[in-house]
């Protein structure tokens, strides 16, 4: 290990000369076997560049870290403090591998290496905010991390073990079987949730665990605790533990091994609670006996921060105070840290995986009846609001009418109330984000697991709305056509939820998502060939008819009707028992009439209807699945 200078800022270099080569994947190694970490960063600076926002402005660059030298070791707590703004969160990103490398200056060194690409592995990250599953419960929550992290040589016992050692550790056992909760249901408290997070990322044992205000919002008592629970981990494990934390308290400080003091991306201070006063002292500042001296140093630098003279006194204490005790060169190693979203190795195979992933979701779905009763209902209600509307069509030019009608609604009902799965999915991209962040899983994993999980659920919506509605309606009373447009109507609801799906992956929020979902499915409705025939949609326009989410299913449900007509079959009788002319656009006569209005072809029920269907549902979850690979290497650039 590296000097420690007892009275102000640290030498960096330090690291265990031994460590070797960092083991593929950090859940197969034994306690024993498991490296300790210690981090030295030096140089540490990063920039952003703010764009003119006027014409003629230059645009400026905004030094977020500036030139940081800081320590984390093996066994110990480090808690980055300082003024709101100082850049905790941007420093924890930064040797997180949360920043892209590229943008950084400096070195992050673990034993006095270079981060490799196992770093993801190697190290926790807890954020903020709670993004747990609110219908699991916390032994649930804990198995599935463990399922997903824990390698899959360990048996389901093994598993089942580690969760409940975590759940002694982290003191949940009283509410292992209560639900996480959300604002609609009542769950654990404020302060369970935060441990059952840390839980999560702790379970498969990462000798570094980075932790992003872990006493946010909760009181003193449950913040204590949780310090307490990571001071045990970080002593008795000997793992490295980085957090950024406001204001501590006095008993949350004696668990703090040591501090970080940021102010406007510049380290004021760096070593232990006890030097603090000392430092202070011989910057010429009086620190009064008996004060919270973290509380008192984090006021005298807002007190600067506002006076005349500014930071700069302290800012250059400071740097003498670090080049006093060491100095260091400053090597500009941009290339050699982990690019984040690096391929890493996963813990369980791919079928393994997205079984577990498929049970967890299965069980997010049935644990939500209201929704699936509620959901089941609206098929009933509104089939036989359809039914009674448009009952018993008869082979007229009203009938074809309705019956077309009866179709687009049909389409517009499934494909518009997809999008009321928006705020559920975005939700939970959250959840997904923190979790292959740290390369929990892969992707392809969720995105087939996502798609599976709901296709009986669409299965059975779609069997009872047409068990009513179809018959209701008097469409073709063949067996074939029953089941055909029951295959159209999955398929349907299948892509309406591929197509909402897609778009959660990339839009910021659920306005810009609703708003992109309902405006594009309003056009691919008008431009589906059922209010324009395709022959009078302008050439600009065409290719949003052949793109149309509702195009193919509503000709696959148009051909299907006429094609179990009898070929002569007249749609038009005139009074005197002869039929119409054909091609009379007011009043098609015949099938190939009826279809060629809705600019739909007998013969094409399988090519291209159905085939274009399904290859539309492969191609949206083959987009959704890049958009999420995309989210999960998000990083700040
Ligand atoms: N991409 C960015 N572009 C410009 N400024 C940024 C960017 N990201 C962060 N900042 C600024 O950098 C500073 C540090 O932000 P950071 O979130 O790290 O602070 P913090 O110390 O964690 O603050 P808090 O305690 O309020 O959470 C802030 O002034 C913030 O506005």
Redesign the pocket.
């Known amino acids: 290990m590296g000097d420690e200078v007892e009275n102000g800022v640290r030498v960096v270099d330090v690291g265990d000369a031994e460590a070797g080569g960092i083991p593929r994947n950090v859940s197969e190694m034994s306690f024993e076997q498991k490296k300790q970490y210690n981090l030295s960063i030096s140089g540490l600076t990063y920039k952003?560049v703010?764009k003119a926002k006027k014409k003629g402005e230059e645009a400026t660059t905004?030094v977020?870290l500036n030139n940081i030298d800081a320590e984390a070791r093996a066994g110990e707590i480090l808690a980055v403090v300082?003024?709101?703004?100082?850049?905790?969160?941007?420093?924890l990103d930064a040797i997180a591998g949360r920043i892209n490398p590229q943008s950084l200056e400096g070195q992050i060194l673990a034993n006095q290496k270079p981060l490799g690409s196992d770093f993801k592995r190697i190290s926790g990250y807890v954020m903020q905010d709670d993004q747990l599953f609110p219908r699991l419960t916390v032994r649930e929550t804990l198995m599935f991390s463990a399922r997903l992290r824990l390698p899959g040589t360990m048996s389901h016992k093994e598993k089942q073990d580690r969760v409940e050692e975590m759940i002694q550790v982290l003191g949940l056992k009283s509410c292992a079987e209560t639900r996480i909760g959300d604002d609609e249901v009542r769950g654990i408290s404020g302060g369970e949730k935060r441990r059952t997070s840390i839980g999560v990322d702790l379970i498969h044992d990462p000798p570094v665990l980075f932790l992003d205000?872990p006493t946010s919002g909760l009181d003193s008592t449950s913040a204590l605790n949780v310090v307490q629970i990571l001071h045990n981990i970080a002593s008795t494990r000997l793992r490295t533990i980085v957090l950024?934390i406001?204001q501590p308290s006095f008993r949350v400080l004696e668990l703090i091994h040591s501090f970080l003091v940021?102010a406007r991306?510049n380290v004021i201070y760096h070593g232990s609670y006890a030097s603090m006063p000392g430092y202070f002292e011989e910057f010429g500042r009086h620190v009064p006996d008996d004060v919270n001296v973290l509380e008192y140093t984090l006021d005298a630098i807002e007190e600067l921060q506002n006076s005349e003279e500014g930071l700069q006194p302290l800012l250059t204490f400071a740097e003498a105070k670090n080049k006093s005790v060491g100095g260091r060169t400053l090597a500009q190693l941009k290339s050699n840290m982990t690019l984040a979203g690096e391929p890493i190795d996963f813990a369980s195979g791919f079928p393994a995986e997205t079984a577990t992933l498929i049970d967890r979701n299965a069980r997010n779905i049935l644990r939500t009846p209201e929704l699936l009763i509620w959901r089941l209902v609206l098929q009933v209600i509104v089939a036989l609001t359809l039914g009674s509307l448009f009952f018993n069509v008869g082979d007229t030019p009203k009938g074809v009418q309705q019956r077309a009608s009866t179709f687009a609604f049909t389409l517009a009902f499934y494909l518009f109330t997809a999008t009321e799965a928006l705020p559920i999915f975005l939700k939970e991209r959250q959840i997904f984000i923190r979790e292959t962040s740290r390369g929990a899983y892969r992707t392809s994993s969720y995105v087939i697991a996502n798609f599976l999980v709901s296709l009986p659920f669409y299965m059975l919506q779609v069997l009872l709305f047409q068990i009513i509605a179809y018959w209701m309606v008097g469409l073709a009373p063949t067996a074939g056509g029953f089941f055909y447009s029951i295959l159209i109507l999955f398929l349907t609801l299948t892509l309406a939820n591929a197509y909402v799906n897609f778009w959660s992956a990339i839009v910021p929020n659920f306005i810009a998502g609703n708003t992109i979902v309902t405006a594009t499915t309003s056009f691919f409705f008008l431009f589906s060939g059922f209010f324009v025939p395709k022959a009078k949609i302008p050439g600009y326009w065409i290719w949003l008819h052949y793109l149309s989410n509702f195009k193919y299913p509503l000709d696959g449900l148009l051909v299907n009707e006429y094609t179990a007509r009898p070929a002569d079959t007249c749609f038009a009788p005139l009074t005197n028992g002869t039929c119409v002319a054909t091609n009379n656009p007011t009043h098609p006569a015949t099938r190939d009439d009826v279809l060629s209005k809705y600019s739909a072809k007998l013969g094409s029920m399988w090519w291209p209807d159905f085939t274009v269907l399904l290859i539309l549902i492969m191609g949206y979850r083959v987009f959704f699945y890049f958009a999420l690979r995309m989210q999960s290497k998000q990083t700040?650039k």
Not at 82 to 91: E, I, N, Q, V
């Open positions: 952003v703010t905004k977020l300082g003024p709101s703004g100082a850049g905790k969160s941007t420093f205000e950024t406001h940021l991306g700040r």
